[in-house]
């Protein structure tokens, strides 16, 4: 399998929380919509948070691959810790739950443009961004994408 066969595991099903929201115009609706005029701005303060619960479509479910994530320059979540959820869904969805487990930690660029992330096997996703190139913790994303293969 390569690139070029990966889809976007994101679909209307997909559940999107955040930590907090800077207001309704701004809200986590607007990190999915494919539009580059909207965004997710957080409120202030650290750490904050995206949590991605995938839809399970496919008997065996989704391999995700590639994170792609676009900032707002200045509002960069710096240091950002990927944890992933295990299959069994069984236990409640927030992270640090005990079948969340850290992945990964990635660390974004303070830049405008879509930044791309490799991504071993995980069901389920949550983005906790512990640091943030704005000085008050606020957090801008104006895409985010999840692609992979349906399994």
Known sequence: MNEAEMVSLISPDTVIKVSSTLDKSVGKK?????????CWTSQQGLPQTITLILPSSSPCGVIPKLLSITFQGGFVGRTCAIHARSVDRTHSDLPGKA????????????????????????????????????????????????KGYLA
């Open 30 to 38: 607007n990190l999915v919509d494919g539009s580059p005029e909207t």
């Open 99 to 146: 079948n969340w487990r850290l992945l990964t930690y990635i660390y974004p660029e303070d830049v405008n443009r879509k930044q791309t992330f490799t991504l071993t096997s995980l069901s389920d996703a949550a983005l906790t961004f512990e640091t943030s190139s704005d000085f008050f913790g606020r957090v801008t994303v104006y895409d985010l994408d999840l």
